[in-house]
């Protein structure tokens, strides 16, 4: 029995070394099976009986052993993929309003910009309404004639009503109808005179002429004196000094097609009237 656990020993010693945990098991199992052997009258049913504990121990301690390799932690060479990366956190910083606020808004306008238009004398002495709203729109790109815009503007021998009927006219024109009447029923405020330098410059900045019911005389940058008593229909077709001054297309005179006025000017000249943009 010694010679025969001694060979066992050996044997499980060349075995792989989870196997020797199984051994070591059976050993245990073989030595006291001995001494249940010595105390028993008939030794063959306990070497039956060991014999069959170790048969079903050793598979077991194998596929623990087996199971504990596979769940061991992975050596310091593993690859950093294997720990699990935090996630990080979202920023709870607050966007800056003046930042939001400046990236929505629009770009600064040009100090100065004129648009390129065709100019067309008036035909008659009663259609300056339709001949500023035809010199308007072909700064737009729209081409039209003058006498196309007499029905829209219901022009007659008296003449074009009011700005109404000029910005009537020049939105059958376009899509969208973005022009619109501006009255000036007195003696401009300066509150009146900054919103016409700001509609005639928001206008011309978008490609839109705009048209000017005026009244009365008017001196332009250049020392020139246009007199008006009974009325009179221009169209400005730019601006420069950031819209203080405009540049009037006027169809009354064709060797004075274009000159520079002050938005100052051209707010009293449309005083009592009104002005499409």
Not at 52 to 72: C, D, H, M, Q, T
Not at 106 to 124: E, F, G, H, N
Not at 154 to 182: C, I, Y
Not at 233 to 242: E, F, P, R
Request: with cysteine; glycine share 8%; charged share 20%.
């Amino acid at each position: 029995m010694k010679h025969h656990l001694k060979r066992q020993l050996r044997r499980l010693a060349t075995e792989r070394p989870y196997q020797i945990v199984a051994g070591s098991a059976a050993a245990l199992v073989l030595a006291g099976g001995t001494g249940a052997a010595l105390a028993a009258t008939d030794d063959s049913p306990v070497r039956q009986h060991n014999t069959a504990s170790v048969a079903e121990l050793a598979p077991r301690l194998g596929e623990v052993a087996a199971e504990a390799k596979i769940a061991a932690p992975p050596s310091p060479s593993a690859s950093p993929s294997a720990s699990p990366t935090p996630t990080p956190k979202a920023s709870t910083a607050k966007a800056d309003p003046d930042v939001t606020k400046k990236a929505k808004s629009k770009p600064k306008p040009p100090s100065t910009k004129v648009l390129d238009y065709t100019y067309q004398a008036q035909t008659a002495y009663w259609n300056c309404g339709p001949a500023a709203v035809r010199n308007a729109l072909s700064a737009s790109g729209v081409e039209t004639t003058q006498d196309a815009m007499v029905a829209p503007l219901n022009a007659g021998e008296n003449g074009t009503n009011s700005a109404e009927d000029t910005t009537r006219g020049l939105n059958q024109m376009v899509k969208g109808s973005p022009w619109r009447t501006h009255m000036i029923p007195g003696t401009p405020t300066p509150a009146q005179m900054d919103q016409l330098q700001a509609d005639v410059v928001k206008a011309i900045t978008d490609g839109r002429g705009v048209v000017v019911n005026i009244a009365g005389s008017a001196t332009d940058s250049n020392g020139g004196w246009h007199s008006f008593p009974g009325g009179h229909y221009i169209a400005v077709v730019g601006y420069k000094n950031d819209g203080r001054t405009v540049r009037i297309a006027d169809s009354a005179d064709a060797s004075m097609p274009a000159y520079w006025i002050s938005t100052i000017d051209l707010a009293n000249w449309a005083a009592t009237r009104g002005y499409s943009a």
